[in-house]
């Protein structure tokens, strides 16, 4: 079983940068491939990036694509969402997921969620 808190969320302006944290609680956290998704209120959950357990892979939604940079740091057993240049429709809950397989954009893929931290963004 794995558990998964985020932290890291708040209230921003438009343009300001934030870094989510995900913490995970497992001891082989390099075999799993993470994710990060939202979703904001009357919307379906979406994907923004996933990380390979190596980091050599990662993926990012068009959307946020040059704007955020998911990480991780295995000796620590956290994954990060770096976010700049931040715009009011980022505006959500972002949780992180776990895979215990190939990196992907797929949440049904993701075995473990986490419960979100809220991200939102003044104009």
């Known amino acids: 079983q794995v558990q998964l808190v985020e932290s890291g969320g708040g209230l921003v302006q438009a343009g300001d940068s934030l870094r989510l944290s995900c913490a995970a609680s497992v001891r082989t956290f390099r075999n799993y491939a993470m994710g990060w998704f939202r979703q904001a209120p009357g919307k379906e959950r979406e994907f923004v990036a996933a990380i390979s357990g190596s980091s050599s892979t990662t993926y990012y939604a068009d959307s946020v694509k040059g704007r955020f940079t998911i990480s991780r740091d295995n000796a620590k057993n956290t994954v990060y969402l770096q976010m700049n240049s931040l715009k009011p429709e980022d505006t959500a809950a972002y949780v992180c997921?776990?895979?215990?397989?190939?990196?992907?954009?797929?949440?049904?893929?993701?075995?473990?969620w986490g419960q979100g931290t809220q991200v939102t963004v003044s104009s």
């Open positions: 997921a776990a895979n215990h397989g190939t990196v992907t954009r797929s949440e049904h893929a993701y075995d473990y």
